[in-house]
């Protein structure tokens, strides 16, 4: 099994900044894909970003340009850098990593954006 610590979530206005992180239990360099999921109110849960071993990123077209998914080998840490945030984009952020075919998620951090 594969436990996952997110934090940074917050509330933030309109056009500002929020960076979240996930720190796996393994190496990053052992789980095949990390990525950032998100689940608004009465929504299903939706891929925001993805990020496989060999470094292959994928966007949702509703963040493309204004979020990334960086990671640091050093901290053992994957980021999800949210800029020029919107009111949309509230909702419970969580972390994934697929491992073995099995999927292991944070517990998820709120993030609201007020208009």
């Known amino acids: 099994q594969v436990q996952l610590v997110e934090s940074g979530g917050g509330l933030v206005q309109a056009g500002e900044s929020l960076r979240l992180s996930c720190v796996p239990s393994?190496?990053?360099?052992?789980?095949?894909?990390m990525g950032w999921y998100r689940q608004a109110p009465g929504k299903q849960r939706e891929l925001v970003a993805t990020?496989?071993?060999?470094?292959?990123?994928n966007y949702a077209d509703s963040v493309k340009g204004r979020f990334t998914i960086p990671r640091s080998i050093a901290k053992n840490t994957v980021y999800l850098q949210m800029n020029s945030l919107k009111p949309e984009d509230t909702a419970v952020y969580y972390c994934?990593?697929?491992?073995?075919?099995?999927?292991?998620w944070g517990q998820g951090t709120q993030v609201t954006v007020s208009s």
């Open positions: 994934d990593a697929r491992v073995d075919l099995s999927d292991y």
């Open positions: 393994a190496s990053i360099f052992s789980i095949v894909v």
């Open positions: 990020m496989t071993t060999f470094g292959t990123i």
